[in-house]
């Protein structure tokens, strides 16, 4: 039994804690070796697992939560790695730390320290396993954009316009086939330092587990190693503040290796290895394939749907916050998932969340050398981004818990028209509607509000004045006259063109 | 009982044989008279209904479904209506006379002589009740477009931007209140007139017999009024062959004073009361409440969606051939039903035919005095009707048994683009899609195809050069390698825009 004490470190709440120790480098200690630590502050205790790094590098990696004096001591069967013991002397987070994501409000999110999260995914599936100057040309360009999440696999992509091979092999190559068993830590150590750089970015990393396109054979290893290897993941990666868990893109496309328990199992793994709780969904193929997200580790909804119009349903079958990560690419590549025109993915922006749910961006331009953003990162071309980015910022403005439906999806005029509000903002998106005046969806009742029009392509907000709200007509059969009250306390008059979304706000 | 014998008429078949008789003019012969008559070909009997027409005068209007000598005598109660017997020439039909259109290969029309009918719709709800001046102006605008069907009400429209009185009463005003037992035959005299008018336009008249947006109290008559009513009009119309019988727009709005038992009655007595049989629908208000189109009497299923991409899950669960008549109307009015773009307008029929259905137009822009074309005809202002006539003469060139889903809405691609074929030729429209080349739903083997794009909102076709379908990617799980075949022995280069069409027929 080992009795090392560290010296005392000083670190953020939300940040991470990292410390290694030195232990077995002979055998095979990724199978052979376990290691965690019980990180204590006064009455909680904390179980942190550790992982093992290679060449006899042991690593502890653990994101408290609470600042104060934290403790912990290490336990393992192993005697190299039992019995140490540290302490951490946790801080106030500075700058633009807010700590991880989680849900709130049902169907939104929120960071740690309160501060909304909207979420503004985008997807490079395979961006890591680029070329390095590849690499950093995508951390450059989503500088650039709004974009505070990214969707990327920890395997690499076998797919087209993905053939090139990845930087690194996630196992190492034995007699010419990977061993599952033997994890490339090389690799990984890469793919640390990418997850932290889009921590250090503001970006939420949504770590995808297992995909079904593979040419390496990840698809094929058995149960065992399915297990350790997600568990594995768990104990590197959950650490980070900005970690989020994808268990699969297009889980229904490997059912065929890996059967429904197998899934739950992986949820359940992470439930019990990572003490931060990220964030955890898993991602449907067919449109008709979801997996069953009201199963209770599963932390929000994650599809990919063209229907946009469709997000209130997907609200209410499931009961948590929607990402609708894939409702169709920017693009003009052949596969009919990538290659919508960029007025539409804003559009379907807008719509889906102007019906209280979230998009994910991608963009599959067809590029002479297949760098395409969606798989390989690189440059953006297209022109959805840009709006996409203002539409963040216009949000932001005013969003603070989460953007609820105006009303249930097929309610008039809601299942034509989408509306949200969160206190006292509302917004109506029109998206192919051009009316020339508009009330459904106003307040009722008159009173000191601000109306915006925001032209969602171009990019503008321009003040709107209030005007008389039409008369309704009455409702008669016969003799019978039902006057209807008017929609609204008052109306707005609008320019006759698509995109369009009314802003309004209750003066302070 | 008389016995006068008018002499033999010529007439063509599908034409309206029509002979009037003097009868009973006091009293009120719409409640105590009732006559009809037998025709008579060789061993063929038809009962047909006679009509009263005021002031004495009752007429009979049969259409005569096959060539030769018909024989008929009247029957009635009232001596001077029964024993009138004649004789028509039915000889064959000349110019565009095609016969009524009838249900063809379950979800397509024909007309009888076997022509294709593509059902192109328009919408002008109460033309008919506007000064004679707009009317006239109805039936120009008619004469430059593609519309071969228009829905119209027989009552007049109370609704904003409907709010001047109609041309006729329907009924007589007794004492300040509508007598529903006592037609105004003015008023169906002009009818009459209208519907002969479309008819030599060859446009299909198609009836809306009742509707809720009402202030005359026609909403409200008893049921035997209603019944009286459609047997009337059944008579009175059944002779045009191009006459559709649409029950009503909205019939869920009347269910209050028209219980479900009502309107089956009322298609009932259209199956008893028109030999001619001409097509049956109804007409929902609420997305949800679809009346039960599977039941005997309805020829097709008449809908308004703005999901234009589940036509084939309507086709599916109607087994009919599917009209959605109001897919939302190019406008800018404040109601959301009206206001959509021309693009999507015409995005949407092209949507709805790619999947085996039948759209409707309709055009609601405001206007200073209220003059829009939906509710009053006159003229057109947009910009969809020129794309609709276009796309009518484009289709008319190759589609012979109707339009039949590339594939079933589920299944990929087709939830995403729409494709149809009918015989040789296929369609792949792309709408919101822009690929740079295409092989899904072209053949999977080789030949003489003749490749053609379709711009659908330009309005041109130009010649397509085939290309080298690009190969598969294999499916790979770990060791596994399925090849996959190739979509289609061939592809097509594309330029990157919305709205495109790519039709391909294989050359004689």
């Known amino acids: 039994m080992s009795t090392t004490t560290t010296p005392t470190a000083t670190i953020e709440k939300w940040g991470m804690f990292?410390?290694?120790?030195?232990?077995?480098?002979?055998?095979?200690?990724?199978l052979d070796v376990s290691f965690d630590a019980i990180f204590r502050l006064k009455e909680r205790e904390v179980?942190?697992?550790?992982?093992?790094?290679?060449?006899?590098?042991?690593?502890?990696?653990?994101?408290?939560?609470?600042?104060?004096?934290?403790?912990?001591?290490?336990?393992?069967?192993?005697?190299?790695?039992?019995?140490?013991r540290g302490a951490l002397d946790v801080v106030a987070p500075t700058g633009t730390n807010?700590?991880?994501?989680?849900?709130?409000?049902?169907?939104?999110?929120?960071?740690?320290?309160?501060?909304?999260?909207?979420?503004?995914?985008?997807?490079?599936?395979?961006?890591?396993?680029?070329?390095?100057?590849?690499?950093?040309?995508?951390?450059?360009?989503?500088?650039?954009?709004?974009?505070?999440?990214?969707?990327?696999?920890?395997?690499?992509k076998d797919y087209p316009y993905n053939v090139n091979e990845p930087l690194h092999d996630i196992y190492h190559v034995v007699d010419g086939k990977r061993d599952f068993d033997q994890p490339n830590y090389e690799a990984f150590r890469h793919f640390d330092t990418q997850v932290a750089a889009l921590r250090d970015m503001g970006i939420e990393a949504d770590l995808i587990l297992f995909h079904p396109y593979d040419r390496w054979g990840y698809c094929d290893m058995d149960e065992a190693q399915d297990y350790r290897y997600v568990a594995y993941l768990a104990a590197r990666y959950g650490g980070f503040r900005?970690?989020?868990?994808?268990?699969?893109?297009?889980?229904?496309?490997?059912i065929d290796t890996k059967p429904m328990e197998r899934w739950d199992r992986f949820f359940q793994i992470l439930e019990e290895e990572?003490?931060?709780?990220?964030?955890?969904?898993?991602?449907?193929?067919?449109?008709?394939?979801?997996?069953?997200?009201?199963?209770?580790?599963?932390?929000?909804?994650?599809?990919?749907n063209w229907d946009v119009k469709r997000t209130q349903e997907w609200r209410d079958t499931w009961g948590k916050p929607v990402i609708n990560d894939e409702p169709e690419y920017e693009g003009d590549i052949i596969q009919c998932w990538g290659n919508i025109t960029a007025q539409e993915l804003v559009h379907r922006f807008w719509t889906t969340m102007m019906r209280g749910g979230y998009a994910g961006h991608g963009e599959t331009y067809s590029h002479p050398d297949d760098l395409i953003w969606w798989a390989k990162g690189g440059?953006?071309?297209?022109?959805?981004?840009?709006?996409?980015?203002?539409?963040?910022?216009v949000l932001e403005e005013d969003v603070r818990g989460g953007l609820e439906p105006l009303g249930p999806q097929a309610q008039w005029p809601w299942h034509r028209v989408s509306g949200a509000q969160d206190g006292d903002v509302r917004y109506i998106y029109l998206g192919e509607?051009?009316?020339?005046?508009?009330?459904?969806?106003?307040?009722?009742?008159?009173?000191?509000?601000?109306l915006d029009l925001i032209d969602t392509w171009e990019m503008s907000v321009t003040p709107l004045a209030k005007q008389t709200a039409p008369q309704n007509h009455p409702v008669r059969h016969g003799e019978i006259i039902r006057p209807r009250k008017p929609d609204a306390a008052f109306g707005v008059a609008l320019p006759r063109k698509p995109g369009l979304c009314i802003r309004c706000r209750r003066k302070a």
């Open 433 to 450: 509607h051009q009316p020339v005046i508009w009330t459904l969806g106003l307040p009722e009742e008159d009173g000191d509000y601000e």
């Open 18 to 30: 990292e410390t290694e120790f030195t232990g077995p480098a002979t055998g095979n200690p990724y």
């Open 98 to 156: 807010k700590g991880p994501v989680r849900v709130k409000n049902q169907f939104h999110f929120a960071y740690a320290d309160g501060s909304p999260f909207l979420s503004f995914g985008t997807t490079c599936y395979a961006w890591t396993h680029q070329p390095l100057d590849e690499q950093a040309k995508t951390l450059q360009t989503l500088a650039k954009t709004g974009f505070n999440k990214i969707r990327m696999g920890v395997f690499p």
């Open 242 to 254: 900005n970690v989020w868990w994808a268990l699969a893109n297009e889980y229904d496309f490997l």
């Open 274 to 304: 990572d003490p931060a709780r990220h964030l955890k969904s898993i991602h449907n193929g067919a449109a008709d394939a979801n997996y069953d997200h009201r199963k209770p580790w599963v932390t929000h909804t994650c599809i990919q």
């Open 47 to 84: 179980r942190v697992p550790g992982f093992y790094d290679g060449a006899g590098v042991y690593r502890l990696r653990f994101m408290p939560e609470t600042t104060g004096e934290w403790q912990f001591e290490t336990r393992s069967e192993t005697p190299e790695l039992n019995g140490h």
């Open 379 to 393: 440059v953006l071309h297209g022109e959805a981004w840009k709006r996409l980015k203002f539409m963040r910022a």
